[in-house]
């Protein structure tokens, strides 16, 4: 356990440097009553202020195009237009050993409706030095609380241990990620997204900050974009048609784009043609993979992160570690089909009774293929070569028990499973692993394995060991 807010919000207070503004919207003024309440708030508080009417905040902030009030674009003005008009008015007024900070939020609490969701964008940004250009954090929280004052209650702890974090532990991301949630558990408040910027943070991959959320359990998953920006989840998946292919992309071989491809390809066309080109594909890594070597290899974390980039690929990083966790979790934020790309040994695994031994949801065999197979969600299998015999296994051809059989046949039957047929056979015996080893061997060849992009970037950036070109 932390520091108290109390005990952070004077030590900030005390601290004759920093000097800064809160604008919050949606939750009283919670984060800065922590700070007038701890003693010396003089010494810290330029200003404060809650612009609650849509108009007077539209008239401080502008409009946004999309007339939200609760959105990332929110935030970010009234950051800027904070910090830039303190700044300006204070920069020739105060002593140069001042650093500036504007901390905003913009949540939608519990309120005596009782509708809509629980949220809220927070953010902070601040000098970390004097004279400094300004560094930036945003995350957005999920409120969980059942009554609007405990809701206000943890938005006061969580935006004190993000203005705290960020003057005291920008420089180590698995303190800052873990003091954000100092007083407050997952079942209060959930942070979904973190995404942080500027010289506070130099040397520190942001995407970090995302993995230690996953990594600590703080939220379920996060997804990157195509140039390595962490998104939230909800505004991507909203309305989309999703097709997931889990992997462990160590790394993306010729086999991991001809999964994606022919995957994409069956999942198309199984689409009214209205929704044909309504689809977000995404690579998906399950922390459990990542934490296959007992912990978590940052380095090796951000290579695969990379390489999908080159792909032109999004990635998500969840702690899923079943396909009906992931399933779940997906259904939660796409509300239209679902596709799982995966191998027939995957299918094997999913319909193998002592799998589900000891199953810490208690749902057992039955009760997880009802979660992965939801109205919407289908599977798309990839056929495998055995290794021992050479024969390609399909659905026809997998090796289940015999109590399985009718099950397995019942799935096909009714098109929940279907075989991808139109595989490119040439890559069908590409294992990652033994291009890994390769790489690491610094075995000639390896390229071939891989898209040109992958082996560019490996060599390129040195990842998994390779030799780099110099």
Not at 20 to 36: D, L
Not at 407 to 433: F, Q, T
Request: glycine residues 8%.
């Amino acid at each position: 356990m932390g520091l108290g807010q109390r005990q952070k919000a004077l030590e900030i207070n005390l601290n004759s440097k920093i000097y800064g503004t809160f604008a919050e919207i949606g939750a009283g003024q919670e984060v800065a009553r922590h700070f007038f309440r701890a003693g010396g708030a003089a010494g810290t508080i330029a200003k404060s202020i809650s612009a609650y009417d849509m108009t007077m905040s539209d008239a401080i902030y502008g409009r946004e195009k999309t007339g939200r009030y609760v959105c990332e674009e929110r935030l970010q003005k009234m950051l800027d237009t904070e910090y830039e008009t303190l700044v300006s008015r204070l920069e020739n007024v105060r002593t140069t050993e001042t650093t500036y900070f504007a901390f905003a939020n913009t949540v939608s609490a519990k309120s005596f409706k009782g509708t809509g969701e629980n949220h809220g964008w927070i953010g902070v940004k601040f000098q970390h030095e004097p004279k400094a250009e300004p560094s930036q954090v945003i995350m957005h929280v999920s409120m969980l609380d059942a009554e609007n004052v405990q809701q206000q209650e943890a938005l006061g702890y969580i935006g004190v241990n993000l203005i705290y974090a960020a003057y005291y532990l920008a420089q180590n991301s698995e303190e800052f990620i873990a003091s954000l949630m100092d007083s407050l558990t997952t079942s209060r408040i959930k942070i979904d997204m973190i995404s942080a910027k500027g010289a506070a943070f130099h040397g520190i991959d942001s995407r970090l900050l995302c993995l230690e959320l996953v990594k600590s359990k703080l939220c379920e998953a996060v997804i990157f974009d195509e140039n390595g920006n962490v998104l939230q989840a909800s505004e991507v998946l909203y309305k989309k048609n999703v097709l997931v292919v889990r992997g462990g992309y160590r790394p993306p071989t010729n086999l991991s784009l001809d999964m994606l491809e022919c995957g994409l390809r069956k999942f198309r066309a199984s689409l009214d043609k209205s929704e044909q080109e309504n689809i977000i594909v995404i690579p998906e890594i399950s922390m459990s993979l990542l934490l296959d070597r007992g912990t978590v290899d940052n380095e090796d974390f951000l290579a695969r992160v990379d390489l999908l980039s080159s792909l032109g690929q999004k990635v998500l990083i969840s702690n899923s570690e079943s396909y009906s966790d992931l399933n779940m979790f997906f259904t939660k934020y796409a509300k239209k089909k679902i596709g799982f790309v995966m191998a027939s040994y995957n299918l094997e695994e999913i319909l193998n009774k002592s799998k589900y031994d000891g199953n810490r949801c208690g749902l057992g065999l039955v009760g997880s293929i009802g979660r992965l197979l939801e109205p919407n969600t289908r599977l798309y299998i990839y056929p495998a070569r055995d290794e021992e015999n050479s024969e390609i296994q399909t659905i026809e051809s997998m090796q289940v028990s015999d109590d399985m059989t009718f099950l397995l046949m019942y799935l096909k039957e009714n098109h929940l499973i279907e075989d991808i047929e139109d595989y490119n056979p040439e890559v069908i015996s590409i294992w990652s692993r033994r291009v890994l080893k390769m790489i690491q061997d610094g075995t000639e060849g390896w390229e071939k394995f891989v898209p040109a992009s992958v082996a560019k970037t490996v060599k390129k950036k040195c990842l998994f060991g390779a030799k780099c070109d110099i």
